[in-house]
């Protein structure tokens, strides 16, 4: 015969008494949370992308459908997608904790190169974590994907160089007509006076350009070059001839030497 206990009987799991302040703090345990970077790359066609802003407004709001609480977020305000050595994005990589997100709007927002891409992937999983695209990505972390998101990775860079190249060449005609890209006005030329939008040509500093070339192949150092350029081929400007722009005109006109 069984003897009843005046207490109520407890079972394996009521044996623990939670508090709303436990039973708070381990839901918490099971609460995933999230990274956001964002980057934004200024460029000719610069319209056509999102700002930073509107990224992370994308990433908020899927971090919130899927009940992901944001831990921080990192913004590349003017930075390429080759560039390793981006700070912001670094700091939201050692951001992470084991089992976090690290969530971008797109993945070409990480990298638009297959080796920093990987390398990115990488850095990752050593610190517990897994990357999450708003848009544009596969699930799963099989051997198919991971081709799959390299593929992907590749044709960014394709992308990247495309555009590159379409604006060194737009930047090219535009300076044979003489108009002025921003920035800088290259050597050789000068803002037109009369019409600060354009640029002319600058005659001596034309000739010079040529004579690098030329000393170049006769096979002359950057040093001679210089030394030549300040005794015969002075600039206008009066400014000195440096080390560093002969070695610059001389990479541009003989880049095979």
Request: hydrophobic share 35%; proline share 5%.
């Amino acid at each position: 015969m069984n003897v009843l206990n005046n207490h109520h009987p407890t079972t394996r799991s009521d044996s623990v008494s939670y508090t709303p302040h436990r039973l708070q703090a381990k839901a918490l345990e099971h609460d995933e949370h999230c990274v956001i970077y964002t980057r934004f790359s200024p460029r000719r066609n610069a319209a056509e992308c999102e700002s930073c802003q509107l990224q992370e407004q994308h990433c908020q709001e899927y971090a919130r459908a899927h009940g992901w609480t944001v831990r921080a977020s990192f913004d590349d305000e003017d930075a390429s997608g080759k560039d390793e050595y981006r700070q912001k994005l670094w700091d939201a990589v050692d951001a992470l904790r084991r089992g976090d997100v690290l969530l971008v709007a797109k993945r070409d927002r990480l990298a638009r190169n297959v080796y920093l891409s990987e390398q990115i992937n990488r850095a990752v999983t050593k610190r517990g974590g897994r990357i999450v695209a708003v848009s544009g990505d596969v699930e799963g972390d099989g051997p198919e994907i991971q081709m799959i998101r390299q593929v992907l990775a590749a044709i960014a860079e394709y992308e990247r160089k495309l555009i590159a190249s379409r604006t060194s060449h737009a930047m090219k005609a535009y300076m044979k007509q003489g108009r002025r890209m921003g920035g800088k006005v290259p050597v050789g030329w000068k803002v037109n006076p009369s019409d600060p939008g354009r640029m002319v040509e600058v005659p001596e500093e034309r000739e010079a350009i040529n004579v690098i070339g030329k000393l170049a192949i006769a096979g002359a150092s950057i040093r001679a070059i210089l030394k030549t350029l300040n005794l015969q081929y002075p600039r206008p400007s009066g400014e000195p001839w440096s080390y560093s722009t002969v070695q610059r005109l001389r990479k541009k006109v003989a880049p095979n030497l």
